[in-house]
C-alpha cells in the first residue's frame, strides 16, 4: 500500500498561450489555458482536507457490471466481467469506501448490500471477491437505475472523492432516453464515472454520453480478455485522485462574453452549456477530480471592440472548489487572457500554434463522427471526404494513434492531401473502437 503523507497536497499552476494581438475593430480573442496538478498523484492529501497518517484522501468507489442477459453470449464474457470487478476490488486502498453493483433493468446490491458502503481492508476485500461469485446473467439494461443507486450508495459516505465504473455490453433498452438523460442530469456533479463498453453490441454515443456528463473516460474493450488490466488501470487511476470537484472559474470584465470553453486535452470535452454563475462577471466551469495530471482547455473570448494601441484583460482564469459551507476554496493559481490592439498585420494574423493544434484537434474529432455518422446513412462520398479530412488532421498533428484507427476504417492513398478510399469490409470493433477514441488528442509536437 502506499505511504500517504499530508505533505504531498498536489500544487495547480494555470499558463495561458495565446496571440494576444487584434487588428483594428477585432473583437475574438482565443487562448489555449493549460492547468497542471503536480505533487500529488497516488500518495496525498485532498485540499482542505485531514487525514491520519497511512490514510488517503477518502475515497467512495462504485463498481457498475452489467448482468444483463446479452452477458452469458458468450459465457467467457460473465467470468472475466467477474474478474475483472475482482481485479479492481485488489486495487483499493486500505480505507477506500466501496461498493458493487448489479446491473440489469434494475439495480441490485451485490456487496456490501444494506443501503451502504463497505471500508475496503484485506478481509472486505475478500468478502466482496467472493460475493462477485453471485453474479450472474439474466434480465434487461436500464443503466439509469444503476447509476441512481450507484448516487445513493456514494452519497452515504462522507468522503472527499466519488467515482464509479460502469461496465455494459449492450445497448440501454429497458428505459427511454429522458430517463436516463434524467439520471445523468442528477448525478451529475456529484461522482464522476468511467464507462466501458465491452464486446460490440453497445451503443457508442450512450457510453461515451454516460462519461461525458460525469466527467469521466470511456473506452471500448472489444475482447473481454482486457477487462482485468483495464479495470485495474481505471481503479489505480482514480486511487490517485486527490481533489475533487474543481471548476475553472472564469471572470471577465464588462462588455466581454465568453463565447465557449472546451477541454481539448487529454480528449476533447465541450464545457460551455455547463457554466454555472458564481458571482458578478464570473463563471464556473466542472473539471472534475485530479490527480497529477495536466490538462488543456481551450477558451474563446469576445472583447468589445478598441482602438489601435489600447490594451485590455479579456479574462481572468483562477481555479477553485466548492466547500461544504457554499464558500469555495481558491486554489491560489491565476491565469490572465489579454487583448491588445495593433496596425502590425504580421503579428495581428499570427495564430498562437497552440490554439491552432487544438482547433485542429476539435476538427479531426468532428470530422471522424460525422464520416462515421455518413458511412452508416449510407451517404459514401460524404463519409470519403469527412474521413479524409480525418486523416489528413491527424497526419498534420501528429496524432498518430487517431491515424491507425482511421487505417483500418479507410484506405490510406495519400494522408497529405487527404485522398482516401473506404475499406470495402470494416471490423465492427475497429469501427466502434474509432468512434469511442475519436476525441483522443495529442499535445503540440516540441
Not at 450507484?150 to 468522503?159: E, M, Q, W, Y
Not at 498585420?345 to 476539435?362: E, F, K, L, R
Request: include cysteine.
Amino acid at each position: 500500500m502506499a505511504n500517504f503523507s499530508k505533505s504531498s497536497v498536489p500544487q495547480f499552476s494555470v499558463d495561458v498561450y495565446q496571440n494576444e494581438y487584434l487588428p483594428d475593430g477585432g473583437r475574438e480573442v482565443n487562448a489555449i489555458v493549460t492547468v497542471t496538478a503536480t505533487g500529488g498523484g497516488t500518495v496525498g492529501t485532498a485540499v482542505g482536507a485531514s487525514y491520519a497518517p497511512g490514510q488517503g484522501p477518502s475515497a467512495g468507489v462504485a463498481v457498475m457490471v452489467d448482468c444483463s442477459g446479452s452477458m452469458d453470449y458468450p459465457p467467457t464474457k460473465m467470468r472475466n466481467a467477474r474478474d475483472a470487478t475482482a481485479a479492481a476490488i485488489g486495487t483499493l486502498r486500505d480505507g477506500t469506501h466501496f461498493a458493487v453493483i448489479g446491473g440489469t433493468h434494475v439495480a441490485k446490491e451485490v456487496y456490501p448490500g444494506g443501503g451502504a458502503l463497505s471500508v475496503a481492508d484485506r478481509t472486505t476485500r475478500e468478502q466482496a471477491k467472493q460475493a462477485l461469485r453471485r453474479l450472474s446473467a439474466g434480465g434487461g439494461t436500464a443503466i439509469g437505475t444503476w447509476l441512481r443507486l450507484a448516487d445513493r450508495l456514494l452519497s452515504s459516505a462522507d468522503v472527499a472523492i466519488r467515482h464509479g465504473i460502469l461496465l455494459t455490453d449492450g445497448r440501454n433498452e429497458h428505459e427511454s432516453p429522458e430517463d436516463l438523460k434524467a439520471a445523468l442530469d442528477s448525478c451529475a456533479g456529484r461522482f464522476t464515472c468511467d464507462a466501458r463498453g465491452v464486446g460490440t453490441d453497445w451503443e457508442v454515443k450512450e457510453v461515451t454520453g454516460i462519461a461525458s456528463a460525469l466527467l469521466g473516460t470511456a473506452d471500448i474493450v472489444a475482447d473481454p480478455t482486457g477487462l482485468a488490466a483495464d479495470f485495474t488501470q481505471m481503479m489505480e487511476t482514480a486511487m490517485g485522485k486527490e481533489v475533487a470537484d474543481v471548476a475553472l472559474r472564469l471572470w471577465t470584465p464588462v462588455g466581454t462574453t465568453i463565447k465557449f470553453v472546451k477541454q481539448v486535452a487529454p480528449t476533447v470535452e465541450q464545457l460551455t452549456d455547463r457554466r454555472t454563475e458564481a458571482g458578478p462577471r464570473a463563471g464556473d466551469y466542472p473539471t472534475g477530480s485530479w490527480g497529477d495530471e495536466s490538462r488543456d482547455y481551450h477558451v474563446c473570448v469576445e472583447v468589445p471592440s478598441a482602438g489601435l494601441g489600447q490594451e485590455m484583460l479579456a479574462a481572468r482564469v483562477s481555479l477553485v472548489v466548492p466547500q461544504p459551507d457554499g464558500s469555495v476554496q481558491n486554489l491560489g493559481a491565476q491565469g490572465l487572457i489579454r487583448a491588445v490592439w495593433t496596425d502590425d498585420m504580421a503579428a495581428s494574423t499570427s495564430i498562437n500554434p497552440q490554439v491552432a493544434h487544438y482547433t485542429g484537434q476539435a476538427e479531426l474529432a468532428q470530422a471522424i463522427q460525422q464520416g462515421l455518422d455518413l458511412r452508416k446513412a449510407g451517404d459514401m462520398d460524404g463519409a470519403t471526404a469527412k474521413l479524409g479530412r480525418a486523416v489528413q488532421l491527424a497526419s498534420a498533428s501528429g496524432n498518430a494513434d487517431t491515424a491507425k484507427l482511421l487505417a483500418k476504417v479507410v484506405d490510406v492513398v495519400d494522408a497529405a492531401t487527404g485522398t482516401v478510399r473506404l475499406k470495402a469490409k470494416v471490423a465492427e470493433a475497429d469501427e466502434m473502437t474509432l468512434e469511442t477514441r475519436s476525441t483522443k488528442t495529442v499535445r503540440v509536437k516540441k
